[in-house]
């Protein structure tokens, strides 16, 4: 029996990030920019981000995927609008 269409409906959506592209890292108090705290971050030791207006200094950090979320959007309009077209 095939699982019906409605199956995943509730469920996380599973996105693959590329990891090439650039995301905006942001402050978890301000939303500003962040900053790299070290140069030997995220080989050594975990990556550590300073915030300039707020200082806020830690490894916890927003990211901004909004353009991401408008591409993928259009992407799948551009499809869909492909795949009707005779």
Do not use: H, I
Not at 77 to 84: F, K, L, N
């Amino acid at each position: 029996m095939p699982p019906s269409q409605d199956a995943d409906e509730g469920l996380p959506k599973v996105v693959r990030r590329n990891p090439t592209k650039f995301v905006p890292k942001l402050c978890v108090n301000c939303l500003n920019p962040l900053v790299k705290g070290s140069a030997l971050g995220g080989w050594l030791v975990p990556q550590d981000y300073f915030c300039t207006k707020c200082g806020y200094k830690g490894y916890v950090y927003l990211e901004d995927r909004r353009t991401e979320d408008g591409e993928a959007s259009e992407e799948g309009r551009r499809a869909s609008t492909e795949t009707r077209q005779p």
